[in-house]
Structures are given as structure tokens and as C-alpha cells.
């Protein structure tokens, strides 16, 4: 019995690992700019996509590259959904700051288009953005060089000469290769992605053993905490940070350029978004609904544990993830059995649907007593 409590606490751990650093990039978003990025989700599962591909690449190299791909993984996935984060800031986001409704709605749409995207995405789409991006942005940045009384028309001519330049080349590629460019990289279905060897097993501990993909997304959640900790509290970016997210009138009085300070933050957000894919990649198998699994979960975190908080985003992980793990899988049920009654009870919740259903109640029932979270702070978002 005592194992079962272990191994479901161990589990428990590094499930709340992986929350924690996606909770971390939402929680600084939602901290700054008062932004719910309901496409938190799906810039995880483009972490774990990057993973894949990066997995790939390196077994094309031979055992030796392999065994170190993932850490380029780790790298790829933080700069992929990084820029990614980067674009959806500047292309949407900005233009609906102080708008929450709608940057919900918007954000909603977004993690729809990229689920789309991953099912969808193939050579002859990938082309046909390079082509209509290059001929579209490319002709705004001349256009905006050279004035002259016909401007207007020509930016409002570009768009569907770029759309249908674009549209051209992707059915002429298409017709030529045919499915050489039009299959799917990745489909609907589920992908895996395969741990290096030394990732492999586990850690004996007496008749218990720790796998070696458990500890691993534990250390990297430590580090990624340290790493986040250092930049905010020692570098200049992440005191601008703190003194945007405290009061941002003040800190645009001051100087601080807030609107380049709400970019890089929803970039870095974002790239610990893609961490956190990398690491579930390693927790089941990667999908276009993979982010959705984690997402609101994702949010309890942030509400538990209070906006800007570190150290209560880390105990929010750790608690959620742990209770969550041990409901589910029946772990307590099986404690509680001399006890019926409680036995039953936790029974009935032993699945990770009912699970969450009952983790859902404990935190509605806890956010009664402190609304703010177990460590709430005064930022802007509640200045406002």
C-alpha cells in the first residue's frame, strides 16, 4: 500500500512539474497584460510537435546524435512557440488590450486555427504561406517607403494579388508532385515520441522504481523555476517586467518602452508554453487535442495559486497535479480501504474525468474562502 501512496505521490510530482512551467509563462501573460490565452494549449502541443520533428531529424544522424536530441528539442520547441507567441502578440493581441472578452474570443479562435494547422499542414500550404507572406509584407514594407498618390490603391490591390499568386503556385505544386506535397505531415492521429536511452528505465529504490522521464521533467521544471527567477528578479528586462505588471502608467512615465515589455513577455510565456509540450511529450502521445488535456488544469494553477505569484504558482502545480494523479488513479480508494464508507467515496471519483470534476469542486469550494489565491498580490490587472 505504502508503494501504491509512493509511486501515485512520484506521479503526482511530475505531472504537477509539467504544469507548473506552463502555468509559469501564463501566469506572467495573465499578470502584465491581463491576457487569457485560451491558445495557452495548443502552443503546448507545438512544443510537442517540435519534439517530434527534432526527433526525427536526429535518428536520420545515427544512435549517438540520438541520444542527444532533446536537448535541441528543448531549444527548438522554447523558439518555435516563442515566435509563434511573438506573432499572435503583434498580428492580434495588441489590438485588443484592455478588451478581455474579446481577446478571449479571439485567443479561442486562434487555438482552433492551430489545431486545424497541425491536421492540416503539408508542403503545399507551407509553400503557399512562405509565397503569399514574402509577396503581401514584402510589398507593404516597399509601399511604405516610397509615398505616392496612388498608395492606398496599391495596398488595397496587394492583398488579393498576393492571395492569389499564393493560391496559384500551391494548386501548381499540387497538379505536378500531387501527393509528394499534398499528405499531411502529421494527420489527426496521434504521433510518439521515443525518450533516448538513457531516458529509458528507471531508478530502483528499494521494490520501487522512479522513471527516468519522470526525474528528467522534474529537474527541467526546476531549472526552468531557477532560470525564470533569475531573469526577473536580476536582469533589466525582468525588472521592467515587475515594474509593468505593478503599475504601468508609471513605469511608461519612467521610460520603459511597455508596449516592447508586453511583446517579450508573451514571447517568453509562450516559449515556456513550448517546454512544457516537449515535457508531456514525454507523458503520453502527442495529438492536435493534446494542449486542450493540460489547458485547464493550466488555469486552476494560475487561480490557485494567485496572479504573479511564484511561489504560490509552484505549490498551486504541485497540489493540483498530486491530487489530481491520486483521485484518479485510485490511489486513495485503495488507502481508504479499511475505512468503506471513504473507500466508496473516492471510488466513485477513480477516473481522471471524475477526478477532475472533484479537484474542481475542492478549488470552487477553496477560492470562497480566498478569492485572491493561496498567495494573491495587488498588480494592475487589480489596481484596475
Not at 485588443?96 to 492551430?114: D, F, K, N, Q
Not at 505536378?176 to 499528405?183: D, G, P, S
Not at 528499494?206 to 531549472?223: D, E, K, M, S, W
Not at 517586467?241 to 504601468?248: L, S
Amino acid at each position: 500500500m505504502l508503494i501504491g501512496l509512493f509511486d501515485g505521490l512520484f506521479n503526482g510530482i511530475s505531472i504537477g512539474a509539467v504544469l507548473l512551467i506552463a502555468a509559469l509563462g501564463l501566469a506572467i501573460v495573465f499578470g502584465l497584460m491581463g491576457v487569457i490565452n485560451l491558445a495557452h494549449g495548443e502552443l503546448m502541443m507545438l512544443g510537442a510537435y517540435t519534439t517530434f520533428v527534432v526527433q526525427n531529424v536526429f535518428r536520420q544522424f545515427g544512435e549517438p546524435f540520438f541520444e542527444i536530441y532533446i536537448f535541441f528539442a528543448l531549444i527548438a520547441a522554447f523558439f518555435v512557440t516563442a515566435g509563434v507567441g511573438l506573432i499572435l502578440e503583434r498580428g492580434v493581441i495588441r489590438y485588443l488590450y484592455g478588451r478581455p472578452l474579446e481577446t478571449l474570443l479571439a485567443t479561442w479562435g486562434v487555438s482552433l486555427i492551430l489545431q486545424q494547422f497541425v491536421r492540416s499542414v503539408n508542403w503545399v500550404l507551407v509553400i503557399g504561406l512562405a509565397v503569399f507572406c514574402i509577396l503581401f509584407f514584402g510589398g507593404l514594407w516597399v509601399l511604405n517607403r516610397r509615398q505616392s498618390a496612388f498608395h492606398k490603391w496599391a495596398i488595397a490591390a496587394l492583398l488579393p494579388l498576393s492571395l492569389g499568386i499564393a493560391i496559384a503556385a500551391g494548386r501548381f505544386l499540387a497538379d505536378t508532385y500531387q501527393l509528394a506535397v499534398t499528405r499531411p505531415w502529421f494527420g489527426a492521429q496521434n504521433v510518439d515520441v521515443s525518450a533516448p536511452r538513457w531516458l529509458r528505465g528507471g531508478l530502483p529504490l528499494g521494490n520501487f522504481q522512479l522513471p527516468y522521464a519522470r526525474l528528467f521533467i522534474i529537474a527541467l521544471t526546476i531549472v526552468c523555476v531557477a532560470g525564470l527567477y533569475y531573469f526577473l528578479q536580476r536582469s533589466p528586462w525582468g525588472l521592467r517586467i515587475r515594474a509593468v505588471t505593478q503599475n504601468r502608467s508609471m513605469s511608461s512615465c519612467l521610460g520603459i518602452p511597455t508596449q516592447k515589455v508586453d511583446a517579450l513577455t508573451f514571447a517568453l510565456g509562450s516559449g515556456l508554453a513550448g517546454v512544457a509540450g516537449c515535457a508531456i511529450s514525454y507523458l503520453g502521445s502527442v495529438g492536435p487535442n493534446t494542449g486542450q488535456n493540460y489547458i485547464v488544469d493550466t488555469f486552476m494553477v494560475v487561480v490557485v495559486g494567485g496572479v504573479g505569484k511564484l511561489v504560490g504558482t509552484i505549490v498551486a502545480a504541485l497540489a493540483i497535479g498530486t491530487v489530481n494523479y491520486l483521485v484518479g488513479s485510485g490511489t486513495l480508494a485503495l488507502l481508504f480501504t479499511p475505512i468503506q464508507p471513504l473507500a466508496d467515496f473516492f471510488t466513485f471519483f477513480a477516473t481522471t474525468s471524475m477526478a477532475k470534476v472533484m479537484v474542481f469542486a475542492l478549488i470552487i469550494a477553496f477560492l470562497q474562502v480566498r478569492p485572491g489565491g493561496i498567495f494573491p498580490q495587488k498588480g494592475r490587472t487589480v489596481d484596475a
